[in-house]
């Protein structure tokens, strides 16, 4: 890869992570304190990021695997996603904000998976590569948590009274903006169709990439990518409104430790898997998740704030070693011709139908322990979240078979 093609592709990826970082995290914080939202309602605004991710393997296959460059669909998609962004800016209330993250999230969700795309396609040896590219997204996500904490304070209690966390929106409008533009110059990554091959309804819909599921191992990571996003969810919804209820000052840029802590571990991240292979490594991922949940149950903002501190800290180990191995090995998997269908469909995986069941249960589960309009019980809401990702983690290690995974590899070597 040359200089200039690395230094593309890593700033795609930083304005990628930095867009969704710039708003997502306090999300759950603005819906609760400005909009007045309970927690269904926060729930609904969560899962269309999940509607997003479902619709995104049918984008992805029906546009960036057949018809279009996928740098060209990024584009598009991101400067669309800016005017929305603009509106959802301005909206006053539920009502008016609903419709535009709504769409929004049919618009970004594919981009999740297209930037894997252009940067898979310009890479020999993903394994060993990707990590220094996905790594800037992650130092994206950083730069906007410190810039809205520390920067702007928008997150300070006199600032969510006064109503400044709307501004996160307008940061984000602007940057997926810049991106949207920028993502015309990026190397292109060219349809399959256009090397002259036959086009079938199967192909237009991505459905080939359903044949992923034939191998058993793979139809276990999928089923475990499902069930631990239910955990995940927790975590997205509740952690920034958790920490601002307990009194954490500055939680937003506090939260950046975890993206800190996932640059550290995505440089590691390749070491790990080639010298323990893919079901050690998504294992801790795993358990990960379960150690953060009791942390943040049994902590507080005074003589156990170290507990709140390391359980955000692990959060490099549970994204890197489950999400960022686990597109790594959906790449491996998939044929050439189905690199991005298979993308979108572990992000409908994890991000669709894992992430819109996760919010549904987490905001059942806030609203069962829901003390009053400013407290919740959170104890018992971060063992629940603990308690599934212990018990996907269980079934995980019993049904994967590493021998399988390293016979096939062997076999694919040969074969090559």
Request: aromatic share 16%; charged share 10%; hydrophobic share 50%.
């Amino acid at each position: 890869m040359t200089p200039t093609k690395r230094i593309k592709l890593s700033f795609m990826m930083f304005l990628e992570f930095f867009i969704w970082g710039s708003w997502f995290v306090t999300l759950g914080t603005f819906l609760g304190k400005n909009l007045a939202a309970d927690g269904a309602q926060s729930a609904a605004v969560f899962s269309t990021q999940s509607f997003g991710a479902i619709i995104a393997p049918f984008i992805i296959g029906l546009i960036a695997d057949r018809f279009f460059n996928a740098e060209k669909i990024l584009g598009f998609l991101h400067l669309i996603g800016a005017l929305l962004m603009f509106q959802m800016y301005n909206a006053t209330d539920f009502a008016g904000f609903y419709p535009y993250v709504f769409t929004y999230m049919i618009m970004f969700m594919p981009t999740l998976a297209l930037v894997n795309s252009v940067s898979f396609n310009q890479m020999k040896n993903p394994e060993q590569e990707f990590s220094s590219i996905r790594i800037w997204g992650t130092i994206g996500w950083i730069v906007a948590g410190l810039c809205i904490s520390f920067l702007f304070h928008w997150d300070s209690p006199q600032g969510v009274s006064d109503g400044l966390l709307k501004n996160t929106f307008l940061m984000a409008a602007i940057a997926s903006a810049i991106l949207g533009f920028f993502s015309f110059t990026l190397p292109q990554t060219p349809p399959s169709a256009a090397k002259g091959e036959k086009v079938t309804m199967s192909d237009i819909l991505g459905l080939d990439a359903l044949k992923l599921l034939k191998n058993k191992n793979f139809l276990i990571f999928f089923i475990s990518s499902i069930l631990i996003c239910i955990p995940l969810a927790f975590y997205y919804q509740n952690a920034n409104l958790f920490l601002s209820e307990l009194g954490m000052e500055n939680p937003t840029g506090k939260m950046t430790i975890g993206q800190i802590s996932e640059v550290l571990f995505l440089l590691l991240l390749p070491v790990f898997f080639t010298k323990f292979g893919f079901k050690k490594t998504i294992l801790v991922g795993m358990i990960a998740w379960a150690l953060r949940y009791v942390f943040f149950a049994y902590g507080n903002a005074n003589e156990l704030a170290s507990l709140l501190i390391i359980g955000i800290a692990l959060h490099g180990i549970c994204y890197d070693f489950f999400f960022v191995s686990g597109q790594i090995y959906t790449n491996s998997k998939a044929g050439e011709k189905y690199k991005s269908s298979a993308q979108g469909l572990i992000a409908l995986a994890t991000y669709g139908v894992g992430m819109l069941i996760g919010f549904w249960v987490a905001g059942l589960v806030s609203d069962a322990y829901k003390i009053s309009d400013t407290s919740h019980d959170w104890e018992k809401i971060w063992l629940v979240a603990a308690g599934i990702a212990a018990a996907v983690a269980i079934i995980f290690v019993i049904t994967f078979s590493q021998k399988e995974e390293e016979a096939q590899r062997q076999s694919d070597a040969v074969s090559h």
